[in-house]
């Protein structure tokens, strides 16, 4: 288990790296072996590391695509990262670690988002950023084995791999939501993407959500249960 965090300023402002600090601290116990943080204009990228795959320093997050251009915060594992690492190779990728990781986002910018996503068979969530775009984008895996968060205001998005996350910055506002309290208080738990809290959501299985820094957003589900049954 891993955990992620990230901040995607809409204003221009730069994002602090105390904040990114904080959010990050918030889900220490999500990874205790290591931890790293991005602050880079108007994004900000923080992880927790728990230390499996490739254990040394060098696969440390956030963690650039060979040419610089993504840089990626994961957590999961992708089983068959191993496979694909000829075809990126062939395709021009450079590795520097033996990390599911670096496959991942080499993956993305060889491929393409939406391409590499559905050839990654495993648990993951994870936060690419695209510096040339300026576009950040959060995935979940095929069934919502691996948490995420997240919450969009008019000034900056804010993610996580959980909410005390995004309760660890300080302009984030803290509203009960009542269909998400009344849901937990009926089932036990609260339903598809609605959480607890208002406007916090959680990106649903199958699904990827990017947000540029001019604000615009798009989602889109990449597998459906329905599709192979």
Known sequence: MCGISGELSFKGKPVSEHH??????AIKHR??????????????????RLSIIDISPRSRQPMES???????????????YQELIPELT???ARF???????????????WGLNDAVR?????????VWDRHRQELSIVRDRVGIKPLFYWIGNDRMLFG??????????????CIDRVGIGQYLTTGYTLGATTALQGVRRLLPGHTLTVGADQSTRESCYWRLSDHV
Not at 161 to 173: I, T
Request: hydrophobic residues 45%.
């Open 20 to 25: 990114m600090r904080s959010m990050t601290e």
């Open 31 to 48: 990874g205790p072996d290591d931890a790293g943080i991005l602050t880079d204009g108007p994004i900000g990228l923080g992880h927790r």
């Open 66 to 80: 060979f040419d610089g251009r993504m840089v990626i915060v994961f957590n999961g594992e992708v089983y068959n």
């Open 90 to 92: 062939a395709a021009g």
């Open 96 to 110: 520097r670690t033996t990390s599911d990781t670096e496959v991942v986002v080499n993956a993305i910018r060889i």
């Open 119 to 127: 050839r990654f068979i495993g648990m993951f969530a994870f936060a």
């Open 161 to 174: 791999s959980e909410v005390r996350a995004l309760l660890a910055h300080p302009d984030f506002p803290r």
